[in-house]
């Protein structure tokens, strides 16, 4: 199910809400813990139960892990045990995520004929599986608890950060749940939590679906691209992955703050970094600090010298290459970034005079990386670097300009079509200015809770707020997947 739906809004999300605080009404709050698991599974399964199953046995599987370590075994059993629990995962994640990738790449460097299974990802399955492979770490250091079988249930499923983040740790959610403070309604935590909500809805309705059809019409397109628009449809790549996933961090946030529970946060301005390092402390920062306590660290950090804290972080950016997909862009993609932070490690006093020289080489940085991340293929990636630097300037820009058509300005379209066809290019290079200049203002801008605490509760910012949502909701009859779902 997803966020941006109708049943969602108008169903899923006023049932779940009325259903949690009305049964916290009881004495017993197992009934109300277990209504929003069950809610869970079903916002999990809506799409396809077969992945249902599999969060269930993934779920069940750990849960057995935590009870064998909380048994007083000897040492060697304890460890056999978290080592049976991070294999598992590992294991899981592999066959459904890796399966196939590493027999494609058998079958072309061995040159032998191994037939690919058909296996569909689990949505969601690398951020549960990591939220779960922190849990089983955190356990075997006696870092955490056992918990009850409903409690963990919640902690897994809790269906807002399910499927795409954040990563949330078990010291994070399950003190909020088994204590009592969020037990009753709280309109002020409620009313933040719909505000957060709703900018995150606009963020990925209005402005990353808006963006995508650009971005989707020249990545299919990159061979007449010239070296403008090829510059132009990797900004706007970038940009429709930082409101889509921001959007929808947004929204889970919201959303858990509206049955009054604080996730972390995931992204803090990240185009404000002046260092590729900077930039991963701002960008995906639960994956960040996951990466950081469970690979980095294990590996001796930077306690056994500068060259083997360089080889630590270009390992950990390899890792999260192949977290984030099956495929050599990715691997590409984490050894770039890699590659960076050891260049950045290794010479801290290599830096421009001026800061915003470092912001603006960080951010061309980033985003000519992730357009190897967006890219099909390697060799699609190479012609689209080709495109960027050899292609000259061949006035395709009006071409470009000219797919932004949207339910919004279609009606605008037809009238110019029929009343004034010599303004039509001149509309369509407005909306592609409109939308760049939105976009990088809100890039820019203030953090979506700055903005809530200064005017989310003035006149002025209600009626932005409702504007906002009646804007999205209206245009959710084009409802699209989230990027990060992919992942």
Request: aromatic residues 20%; glycine residues 8%.
């Amino acid at each position: 199910m997803l966020f941006n739906s109708v049943i969602f809004i108008t169903l899923f999300l006023p049932l779940g809400l009325m259903g949690w605080f009305l049964l916290q009404r009881l004495r017993n709050p197992f009934f109300a813990k277990l209504f929003v698991v069950g809610m869970s599974f079903w916002f999990y399964g809506y799409y396809n139960v077969y992945y249902l199953w599999i969060l269930l046995a993934s779920l069940a599987g750990n849960y057995l892990i935590s009870l064998l370590l909380e048994r007083r075994g000897s040492p060697w059993q304890r460890k056999a045990a978290a080592v049976c629990g991070i294999l598992g995962n590992l294991g899981l994640l592999f066959y459904f995520k890796y399966f196939n990738f590493f027999l494609d790449n058998c079958n072309f460097f061995f040159h032998t004929d191994i037939r690919l299974e058909k296996i569909a990802l689990p949505l969601g399955i690398s951020f549960f599986t990591f939220q779960q492979l922190s849990f089983v770490a955190e356990r075997y250091r006696g870092g955490a608890p056992h918990y009850s079988l409903i409690d963990y249930a919640f902690f897994v499923s809790f269906f807002p950060q399910l499927v795409a983040g954040p990563i949330v740790l078990h010291s994070e959610l399950l003190p909020q749940l088994i204590g009592r403070e969020n037990r009753r309604l709280s309109w002020e935590n409620f009313y933040d939590g719909i505000t957060l909500f709703i900018l995150g809805l606009a963020k990925k309705v209005l402005l990353a679906d808006s963006l995508a059809v650009l971005v989707n019409a020249e990545y299919g397109n990159i061979a007449a691209l010239d070296t403008p628009t090829a510059w132009i449809t990797i900004i706007w790549y970038m940009m429709e992955l930082y409101f889509d996933f921001s959007g929808y961090c947004h929204m889970a946030r919201g959303i858990a703050r509206m049955f009054g529970f604080w996730l972390p946060e995931n992204f803090d301005s990240p185009f404000r970094a002046s260092s590729v390092r900077e930039f991963w402390r701002r960008w995906h920062m639960t994956l960040s600090r996951f990466l950081s306590r469970y690979v980095y660290i294990p590996l001796g950090g930077n306690r056994k010298g500068k060259a083997r804290q360089c080889l630590n972080l270009l390992a950990v950016f390899l890792v999260s290459g192949l977290w984030h997909g099956a495929d050599w862009t990715f691997v590409l993609w984490g050894l770039m970034h890699g590659l960076a932070v050891v260049f950045e490690t290794a010479f801290p006093k290599l830096r421009f005079p001026r800061e915003w020289m470092n912001r603006l080489a960080t951010a061309v940085f980033v985003t000519l990386s992730f357009s190897v991340f967006r890219s099909d293929s390697l060799e699609t990636a190479g012609l689209l670097w080709n495109r960027l630097f050899t292609a000259g300037n061949r006035g395709m820009l009006l071409g470009v300009c000219n797919t932004l058509v949207f339910p919004e300005n279609y009606a605008a379209i037809k009238f110019l079509s029929m009343r004034a066809p010599g303004l039509v290019n001149a509309f369509f290079l407005g909306c592609f200015l409109f939308l760049s200049a939105v976009g990088l203002g809100l890039i820019c801008g203030q953090k979506a809770e700055d903005w809530i605490r200064r005017n989310g509760h003035t006149k002025a910012g209600a009626f932005c707020l409702a504007t906002l949502f009646t804007w999205s909701f209206i245009s959710l009859s084009q409802v699209s997947v989230f990027l990060y779902f992919n992942f």
